[in-house]
């Protein structure tokens, strides 16, 4: 098993930045890449950012160019920047970590943590 544990959500004002943060512990072998999905009340869940071990990145289409993320391997953590940020990205933001191939299959999934964005 995988063990993630969120950090750094919060309240920000548009045009703002937060940079959320999430360590991996356990049998981190067992995953290739991390990521995290957001969800918005009475949305879906989406796919926000992955990036592998490697550090390859993929991001949804709505924070290109806003949403960086980096990764420190040692640490099995991983950091999205999040700037410019818009009262859409209001939402649970869920770390995840799975394997990464042709597409990311996530299988484990943190707590989550809440980030507001007031207009």
């Known amino acids: 098993q995988v063990q993630l544990v969120e950090s750094g959500g919060g309240l920000v004002q548009a045009g703002g930045s937060l940079r959320l943060s999430c360590v991996a512990s356990?049998?981190?072998?067992?995953?290739?890449?991390m990521g995290w999905y957001r969800q918005a009340p009475g949305k879906q869940r989406e796919l926000v950012a992955v990036?592998?071990?490697?550090?390859?990145?993929k991001y949804a289409d709505s924070v290109m160019g806003r949403f960086t993320s980096t990764r420190n391997n040692p640490k099995n953590t991983i950091y999205p920047q999040m700037d410019n940020l818009k009262p859409e990205d209001t939402a649970v933001y869920y770390c995840?970590?799975?394997?990464?191939?042709?597409?990311?299959?996530?299988?484990?999934w943190g707590r989550g943590t809440q980030v507001t964005v007031s207009s």
């Open positions: 990036i592998s071990n490697g550090g390859n990145t």
């Open positions: 995840n970590g799975g394997r990464w191939l042709a597409e990311y299959y996530v299988k484990y």
């Open positions: 356990g049998r981190t072998r067992n995953v290739n890449a």
